[in-house]
């Protein structure tokens, strides 16, 4: 039949999938002598169902866009799934007993061979069997106290065993996979409490990205009006970052409650910008312009501001200085326009700084009460809409958690969700696309089928995936508005390190965690990430500021905002501090050394250090923060600075991980480009100005066996 032409109930790129499963449909396509063809049942279309029209047999037959599976009786939606189990093995028969086709009966067959499926609620997406980590000492179910001593992702027919039956044609798969979600996690944790946050809603994340895109306009206006300087580039982006690490408010993406009030990155980041931004230079008379302008912008900024009488003395005469310097100079070249430059902002500098400080500050100011006016906005239109759907936010019971150490899970609620509404799904090529009100998003095919695998192994409280288009909406909106609509804007700050990376990672090192993550830039099901509202129904263990591990190993390539990487060396060694089993961080930061960042610093001179080196600018790569929508030759792009790879582990930890020679070769030749060809240095990640504007000199690779004060030679033999 495969060369049979059939017409759809309706085109591939107009299904629409929604948890309510309500569609409108078109007549079928048929011969002039067709019989009429009855509209299928609403989960049946959900499922990827359609009737179509034989010609050859002059009948119809019914085909699944997501299985390629044909039959020619309706079919019966169950919980085989041909993804994960082909032959069937795990399948229940529908009454109990084995259907063959032979027990069919009136005249009814297959089109192709296929297994028939149980019956099941309306659900557009199978939830395949989930293997768990088993040891002697360890429960083997890190145990939820909603579902105490089950598993929380398995169905009850899981491990009934079905007839098998022939293979159906895969469905659509990736050409390249960025992620492993095989790979079990060794990480344990102490047994937690669900979270009290509100559960996701379109509707208020609609609200949220509406009023954080005003947010953003606001912050340009203001440095405009008040500095006439455009924002620095992924500034308000870090300053949600540095900001989340001191907010203790209930918002999980706007600032609302935190000390001190003035944002030490975005003032710093303002600061470098003022008078002129100052970019990067190649040319000798792009340094020329460059001087001339700031020695003009220094004294202007001078003259209209209520500056002190010396510093006006000091500010024009270098500008004067340097404006008849460059008039009888004309054979400089841009080294001397450079240094000339950097001599005038040294003796200007100062100066600046004192006459803009209240302004800066002003902005900052502005910015974080508009925030906060904003999240009580949000709270209150949040707890309306759950009061509507009679879900008491107050008169949530506490749950007993027991004292013991569990494999870590992903975070729960310990609120009931509210109905979810009618969220549409339609592909275009390989993007699937989910409308909400008018409001898009969009994620490539490969990555809306890693959501869906994550949602499986995950989410507890939605069996039948009812919820689950609504929460991939939500989850893609949040991230979408915390990146900016800028082009490549926010991309920098979500980098992934490679494939083979991670690959080599978790072989000669044993990790299968990472601390800074999203499910959507995630390689192992199980990690730490910003949201833990909608991100744990997709597989995150919740901010790594607040994720308390006792043992297991852990990659750290965090966003590069210094007061968060700050804050990283401070909860590490605190936890290698407190366990006394194998604890091991291997952490990637910029290198960043002129000046150095504190965290590196710190990590530096580290007790808990056991190696450290570090990967040239230009010879190593990352993988894009858009991934899930970017272009294929556009996923990687080489790293403009040098990047630091440091080995923090306690005694346990280091007995078990050793970063050995061999071992260390073999991540350095999992970082090497693998012949491709990159496209010029990618997002600039950079916090400030003068980290952005001087260019990083190439390398050689470097490793050094930098061994701390720690006995290495007496390990902690106690385990969990």
């Known amino acids: ?33 067709s019989k009429p063809i009855q509209e299928l049942p609403d989960e049946l279309i959900q499922a990827g ?21 044909s039959l020619w009786e309706m079919p019966v939606l169950g919980q085989h799934d041909v993804i994960s189990d082909p032959l069937g093995l795990n399948a229940a028969p529908a009454s109990g007993e084995a259907i063959s086709d032979a027990g069919l009966g009136n005249g009814q067959r297959k089109r192709h061979p296929s297994e028939d499926a149980s019956q099941a609620g309306p659900n557009s997406f199978k939830r395949p069997k989930v293997e768990i980590p088993v040891t002697p000492t360890t429960p083997t179910v890190p145990i939820s106290p909603s579902t105490p001593g089950v598993k929380p992702w398995v169905n009850a027919t899981d491990d009934k065993q079905g007839q098998a039956g022939v293979p159906a044609p895969a469905p659509y798969r990736p050409s390249v996979v960025y992620w492993d979600l095989d790979i079990q996690t060794n990480a344990v944790i102490r047994e937690r409490a669900p979270a009290n946050h509100l559960p996701p809603h379109p509707e208020i994340e609609l609200q949220r990205a509406q009023l954080t895109t005003k947010l953003r306009q606001h912050y340009h206006e203001l440095c405009s009006q008040r500095e006439g300087i455009e924002p620095p580039r992924e500034s308000f982006n870090r300053w949600l970052l540095e900001r989340k690490v001191v907010d203790k408010g209930l918002d999980p993406l706007l600032p609302s409650e935190c000390d001190p009030v003035i944002s030490p990155s975005m003032f710093r980041e303002i600061m470098n910008d003022i008078p002129i931004r100052l970019s990067r230079i190649k040319y000798k008379e792009e340094a020329r312009k460059l001087l001339f302008k700031y020695a003009e912008a220094a004294k202007k900024m001078i003259d209209s501001r209520n500056a002190t009488p010396d510093s006006r003395k000091v500010v024009k005469w270098n500008v004067e200085d340097t404006m008849n310097w460059l008039r009888r100079d004309h054979s400089a070249s841009k080294e001397d326009y450079m240094d000339r430059l950097e001599h005038l902002r040294k003796q200007c500098g100062p100066h600046v700084t004192a006459v803009a400080k209240d302004s800066v500050e002003g902005i900052c100011s502005k910015i974080y009460h508009i925030s ?20 008491s936010v107050d008169s949530t019971e506490s749950t007993e958690v027991q004292n013991r150490l569990v494999y ?37 095919r490969g990555h809306f089928n890693k959501l869906e695998l994550l949602y499986r192994y995950s989410c507890i409280d939605d069996p039948r995936f ?49 601390c800074f993550a999203s499910p959507l830039n995630c390689y192992f099901k199980q990690f730490c990430s910003a949201f833990p509202d909608i991100d744990g129904f997709f597989g995150s263990r919740g901010p790594f500021l607040s994720f308390s591990p006792a043992s297991g190993s852990f990659e750290a390539n965090p966003p590069f905002c210094e007061e968060l990487m700050d804050a990283m060396v401070t909860r590490f060694e605190d936890l290698l501090e ?15 050394r002129d000046p150095p960042t504190p965290a590196l610093t710190r990590m530096e001179s580290s007790r808990f250090r056991r190696h450290q080196m570090t990967v040239p600018a230009f010879e190593h790569e990352y993988r894009s923060g858009s991934q899930h929508i970017c272009k294929r030759e556009e996923m990687y792009y080489k790293a403009i600075h040098g990047t630091a790879v440091i080995f923090l582990q306690n005694n346990a930890g280091f007995a078990k991980w050793e970063p050995t020679t061999e071992r260390i070769q073999e991540l350095l030749g999992a970082y090497k480009v693998s012949g491709r060809s990159l496209p010029s240095p990618g997002p600039s990640s950079t916090s400030t100005a003068d980290k952005d504007s001087k260019p990083v000199q190439e390398r050689s690779a470097k490793s050094q066996d930098n061994s701390s004060p720690v006995d290495k030679t007496a390990p902690d033999t106690t385990n969990i």
């Not at 039949?1 to 109930?9: C, L, P, Q, R, V």
């Not at 179509?52 to 037959?61: A, L």
């Open 578 to 592: 407190r366990s006394s089993e194998p604890l091991s961080f291997i952490i990637f930061v910029p290198e960043w």
């Open 49 to 69: 169902w359609s009737k179509c029209w034989s010609k050859r047999e002059n009948r119809p037959y019914y085909f699944n866009r997501f299985t390629n599976q």
């Open 372 to 391: 906060a006016e904003y999240v009580r906005r949000i709270r209150q239109a949040h707890l309306t809409l759950l009061k509507e759907c009679n879900i």
């Open 466 to 514: 009812e919820k689950f288009l609504s929460r991939v909406w939500c989850l893609i909106k949040r991230y979408q508005v915390m990146f900016g609509s800028g082009v490549n804007e926010g991309s920098g700050l979500q980098g992934a390190l490679p494939v083979p990376v991670f690959e080599a990672l978790n072989k000669k090192f044993g990790v299968t965690f990472e």
């Open 1 to 33: 039949m495969t060369s049979e032409n059939h017409g759809t109930i309706k085109a591939d790129s107009a299904l629409v999938m929604s948890p309510t499963g309500s569609t409108s449909q078109a007549a079928p396509f048929s011969p002039s002598t």
């Open 408 to 444: 870590c899970y992903p975070v729960r609620l310990s609120i009931q969700s509210p109905p979810q509404p009618r969220v549409e799904l339609h592909f275009e090529n390989d993007i699937a696309c989910l409308r909400y009100k008018g409001e898009m998003v969009k994620v490539n």
